[in-house]
C-alpha cells in the first residue's frame, strides 16, 4: 500500500512540475512589480489631487471674506 509521501515520482514529472512551479513564481513576481508601479501611480494621482482639492479651497476661502 503507497502513500500520498511514498509514491515515487519519475525525475521527468518532477522536472516538469519545477518548471511550472518557476513559471508561475516569475508570474507572480511580474504581477507584484506592476502592482507596485500602479500603486505608485494611484499615490502620484491622489498628491496630485491634492494639491488641487488645497489650491481650490484657498482660492475659494480668498473670495468669500
Known amino acids: 500500500r ?3 509521501g511514498s509514491a ?3 525525475p521527468g514529472t518532477q ?3 519545477l518548471e511550472e512551479t518557476s ?3 516569475e508570474e507572480m513576481s511580474s504581477m507584484t512589480s506592476r502592482n507596485a508601479e500602479n ?3 494611484a499615490a502620484n494621482y491622489m498628491a496630485d489631487v491634492d494639491r488641487v482639492v488645497g ?3 484657498t482660492a475659494l476661502s ?3 471674506r
Open 2 to 4: 503507497r502513500t500520498a
Open 8 to 10: 515515487h515520482t519519475s
Open 15 to 17: 522536472a516538469a512540475s
Open 23 to 25: 513559471a508561475s513564481m
Open 39 to 41: 500603486s505608485l501611480q
Open 55 to 57: 489650491a481650490l479651497h
Open 62 to 64: 480668498g473670495e468669500s
